[in-house]
């Protein structure tokens, strides 16, 4: 009985140094073709791009960066509802993400989806009040419910806090 746990034992520790090592090997993978994805966008080829990030969502599936980039993708194709479904499921994954949630309100905004733009906007403030994009994005908001005087407010506080904190 001793020999055969130590056998049980023995294989659980090889095979959670064959994951590790897997594991290392989808994660060195997803970053060359996350590099191919950005490289593909610059140069005007969004299909190569998002070719690149789906094979990386195949080999692992909860991969925040790559649902950023599909995200980014389609909203500069105007494809907000095809963004929207990328980034919800990147926020989901990676509920703390600043980036994924800006994004994500950035399309929400063109959508038309102002509080739930808002209720994400706010959360990246509560740990960064003056958050440029944040602000940016709050005046976006503000401009979207014809609040012309606070959103020119955000913008002059973005605008402040992205100069350094001087006058403007």
């Avoid at 649902?67 to 500069?76: D, E, N, P, Q, T």
Wanted: aromatic share 6%.
């Amino acid at each position: 009985m001793v020999i055969l746990g130590c056998l049980c034992a023995g294989l659980l520790l090889w095979a959670s140094g064959a994951d590790a090592a897997g594991r290392q090997a989808v994660i060195q993978r997803s970053r060359v073709l996350l590099v191919e994805a950005q490289d593909a966008f610059a140069a005007g080829q969004s299909d190569t791009a998002l070719a690149r990030l789906d094979a990386i969502l195949v080999e692992d599936p909860a991969n925040p960066d790559a649902y950023y980039f599909i995200g980014l993708i389609k909203l500069s194709h105007a494809d907000t509802a095809g963004a929207e479904v990328a980034l919800v499921e990147g926020v989901r994954l990676a509920p703390l993400s600043r980036r994924l949630k800006l994004l994500l309100a950035r399309v929400w905004v063109e959508s038309g989806k102002t509080v739930e733009a808002d209720k994400l906007v706010t959360e990246v403030m509560v740990l960064r009040p003056l958050d440029v994009d944040a602000l940016y994005i709050k005046g976006l908001i503000a401009l979207a419910g014809s609040d012309t005087t606070a959103a020119v407010e955000f913008w002059d506080t973005a605008l402040n806090e992205e100069l350094g904190g001087g006058e403007l």
